[in-house]
Structures are given as C-alpha cells and as structure tokens.
C-alpha cells in the first residue's frame, strides 16, 4: 500500500513543503529510507518502528520504503518521526485512505509514542497557510507557536495514539478529539505593554548617576537605531547602561515579533508554550565566543549571536578581548542586514539587523589617561585601542567617553530621568520615522541607504558648508559621512524638528570617533 502525508523543512528561516511518501510491499522485511537525508532523520525508521510498537501497533513484515521529496534537498531534523508514523498507518489501513488530506503534520516521536517538541514550527507552518494547507498538527509544546499564523487551523497532540482516534474519526467529531488553537496576538501585545509599564523599575535609566553624554547618545541611539560605543574605566556604568537601553526602544511590531521568533524557533531556544517573542532581543556573548556562534555555522548552518539579535540589541562587552577575526566578520553583517553562509549542501541566509553596543576600557588597565592610577605605557595603550579594526570603528554611528562618577553625585539622592520618560521621546520619534518611511522598506534612520539619504537628510546652505568643514577638519571617511547625517537625521527628529540644522550635525559629529586616538 502507499501513501503520501505532506511535512515541512527548514532552509535557513524559510521553509518548503516536503511530501513523506510511503510505500509497503511485499518480499523480504526491510526499512529503506532515500531523499537526501542527514543522520538524525535516517534515525527515524528506529524510532518511528518503536514507538509503534509500544503503543500496540506492530509493523508487517515487508518491504517498507519511505521517501521524502524533493529529493534533491537536504533534510534534516527529527520533525518527520510524526508524518512518517502517520504515513504507515495510513498505509496499513489502520487509519482512513484520504483523511489525512489538506493537513500538514510535524513533530518528533518517542519511544513510548510521545510527541515531543520540535524545531521551526512557526515558520514551517506559515509556509503551510502560503500553500493553502487547511490544518496543521503539531506537538502540544508547539501548538501556541504555530497559532499566531493567520488561515490554517494548527492542532496539539501529546502521541500518536491521538492523531491515530483523530484520523479515524469523522469530521463532525474531530474538534473534540483535538481542538484548535486559538491565540489572540493583539492581546498579547496589550499584556506586554502592561506589564512593561508595571516593572519600570527594573533596569531603570534612573538608577544610572551622572554619565549624561553617554545617557543622551543611549536615547539617539535607540530612536534612530544606531550602532553605539563607550569608552570609559571599570565602574563608570558601561555595562549598567548598556543593559538599561532595551527599555527605552520602541516596542516590537507584530511583522517584526514574527521575524525574531522564526529565528529563535529555528534555534530551538523558543520556551515551551510560548506563542510570541515580544521582546526585542537583547543578547551579551563573552568574549571567548568563536566566530561560528558570533556569525553563525557550523557543519549545519545554524543561526548565531547575531541572527538571535535581530531587531534587537547585540552587546559585546570588552571589545578588544574579543578576536579581532569575528569582529571584522561583523563588518558585511552591519552593513547589509543579513548574513550568508555557505556550505558544500548551498547557501544559508539568516536576518541580522541588530543594533550594536559595545563597551570597552582606554587600555589594559582600564584607568588611561589617569596618570596616578595608570600603569600603561604609551605604545601599551596604542596597541590596546588598535585591536579593534577602522573598518569596525567607522561603522559605529555613536561614540562616548565615561568618566569616572564622582562622590557628589554618587552620594546624592537626586535620581536621573526615568526609562519611560526617556521611551516617551524615542517613540515619539519613531512615529516620525515611521510617517517618513511609509511605503518603504526603511523602519528607523539607522536603515536608511546611501542613495537615499539625500532625499531624507536634505541640508540647507548654512548645513552645507558645516559638514563640509567637519569632512576636512576630522578627515572623515565617506562611511563617516553618511553616519553623521543619519545620527543628525535623528537628533532632529528627538527634537520635533523638520529639517536638519547646524547643532544638530555639530552633535552628531561630536560622537564621532577620533581614529588618531584609536591608533589608525
């Protein structure tokens, strides 16, 4: 007998339809498995014969043949344990010819025929709904993931033996076997946001004292999101800052929760039950990561650091201890959003449109230019600011020096502004950006690209000869160039303003980087 049950695969944060052919025949016991398959789905015929047969259910003795097609694609996973199940019962006629029709099934098996969590369900089964697939059954711990997608009818089962009585059932019946999953998102989102205005004091910018030029370029960078660096010795509130600032961003739009929780799906880091990222990622990899978790790899391409920040915020604290290799493998990244991986099976492309925080000392030390507490020679210092690349510098849109807190502001009970205070002007500026960018793929000034910017940073006479004085005077590069008018793009748009003006460059170009400092 045989049968065909329609699965889904991953390539990257995309999916396909796989159709799992079947095939029972008589002659010598055998259990064949083709159709470009790696080691963890060719796995599948030892779990799938076991589990059956401790839920009742024993294989024939026959020729059994499984295919999944494309063929010509590789496959990998343990998400086919389910359809292939399902596939033999169909083919044994355990279950009705045909009733398996128009539903896409996912998930990976037990030994005791427990459906157990699986990878990428969110965007394999909005490849579903795309194909005009009608249902979907995945395993409980999936079914909210798969609920958020618009137009199919996602179901969670917990074994087999469950989709066994709901494929035997009729139509009329099969609701109350497995229902159907409902998330509302728009709820959810109300929830977040509540929540959010509840626990504004966790991580608040007003426990941040002093340190105003690192807190105002902390809020032009989360409006307009741009890349931001700080300088300063240990304790100044690098990282305190650093951490503080995805509490200032605007919220996630459902488009983008849905991109960002793709990814974490493929990852496997989605929790149990959980329907939707809300958050905007915030991700701080120590230093010793290599540069196959930082960008992404490994023999199977798998999403990294970068690609887990996405639409969020990537913090590397102690820049310069990190390998000068995985920082310059940022450079393609920051520059195009995304980030290719090639392998001998093809090319991998995962979204990578973060913003970038970084946090580092002025040398070895930490405590340069403090001459009682320094012990740093000048050549020391050089090669410690040298580490980091120029290519890496020019691409940082923001840079401050931290200065040590001094004892009359860490002693006084005068708290700084608030997050919230400081998210209520980031938003309203972003809803300035968003009336600008309507119609366009751009969502902050940050994304803006460089044949675009004349047409969204137009200067004035006066704004003219300001930019062509600060391009002579800091020997800036044309990357540089482009970042100022973005910062001050934003800084105008923080402001209420229409058009950029001379302080709004003057301040834009103060964040800068000086590359004679840095040793380049």
């Not at 310059?328 to 959003?337: G, I, N």
């Not at 950029?500 to 003057?506: D, E, K, P, R």
Request: overall charge negative.
């Amino acid at each position: 007998m045989y049968s065909a049950i329609i699965s889904g695969a991953l390539h990257g944060v995309c999916a396909y339809l796989v159709s799992v052919e079947v095939d029972m025949a008589k002659g010598l016991p055998a259990f064949f498995m083709v159709g470009s398959l790696s080691t963890e789905v060719r796995e599948s015929r030892e779990r799938v014969s076991v589990a059956l047969k401790n839920v009742g259910l024993h294989l024939p003795p026959c020729r059994i043949t499984v295919n999944l097609s494309p063929a010509d694609r590789k496959k990998e996973g343990t998400a086919f344990d389910l359809p292939i199940a399902v596939g033999m019962l169909e083919a044994m006629e355990l279950v009705p010819a045909g009733g398996a029709e128009g539903c896409l099934f996912l998930g990976e098996l037990g030994l005791n025929g427990e459906l157990k969590k699986a990878k990428g369900v969110l965007p394999i089964v909005r490849a579903a709904a795309a194909a005009g697939m009608r249902e979907c059954i995945v395993p409980k711990a999936n079914e909210r993931e798969g609920a958020v997608i618009p137009g199919i009818t996602v179901r969670g089962a917990e074994n087999i033996l469950e989709i066994m009585h709901f494929l035997m059932a009729a139509k009329e019946e099969r609701d109350e076997l497995l229902p159907p999953v409902f998330v509302d998102t728009a709820s959810l989102f109300a929830r977040m946001e509540h929540a959010d205005s509840e626990n504004q004091g966790q991580l608040d910018f007003s426990e941040v004292t002093g340190q105003e030029t690192a807190r105002r370029a902390s809020e032009i960078a989360a409006a307009g999101f741009h890349n931001l660096l700080m300088v300063g010795p240990p304790g100044a509130g690098k990282s305190m800052i650093a951490r503080r600032i995805p509490g200032i961003l605007p919220p996630l739009t459902l488009e983008e929760s849905l991109e960002v929780t793709a990814i974490v799906s493929v990852a496997g880091l989605l929790e149990e039950g959980q329907a939707l990222v809300t958050d905007r990622p915030f991700r701080s990899p120590h230093h010793t990561i290599s540069q196959a978790a930082l960008i992404g790899g490994s023999t199977v391409p798998k999403p990294g650091m970068i690609s887990l920040s996405h639409r969020g915020i990537l913090f590397l604290d102690e820049l310069p201890e990190f390998q000068r290799a995985s920082l310059d493998a940022l450079r393609q990244p920051l520059e195009e959003h995304r980030v290719t991986i090639s392998r001998v099976n093809g090319n991998v492309t995962y979204p990578s449109d973060f913003m970038l925080v970084c946090a580092m000392n002025p040398c070895p030390c930490g405590y340069y230019p403090d001459a009682e507490r320094c012990s740093c020679t000048e050549p020391q210092v050089r090669k410690y600011m040298g580490k980091v690349s120029g290519p890496i510098l020019d691409r940082m849109d923001l840079c401050v020096e931290l200065q040590p807190v001094d004892y009359e502001s860490l002693k006084s009970k005068r708290k700084g502004e608030s997050s919230r205070d400081i998210r209520r002007r980031v938003e309203r500026a972003r809803q300035i950006q968003k009336a600008r960018f309507q119609g366009t793929t751009y969502r902050f000034n940050g994304d803006i690209q460089v044949s675009q910017l004349e047409q969204y940073c137009r200067l004035g006479a006066k704004e003219q000869d300001c930019m062509e004085q600060l391009y002579t005077s800091l020997q800036l590069s044309a990357r540089a160039y482009h970042r100022i008018l973005r910062v001050a793009r934003t800084i105008a748009d923080i402001e209420g303003e229409r058009e950029i003006g001379v302080s709004h460059l003057m301040e834009a170009s103060f964040y800068r980087p000086s590359m004679e400092y840095w040793g380049h």
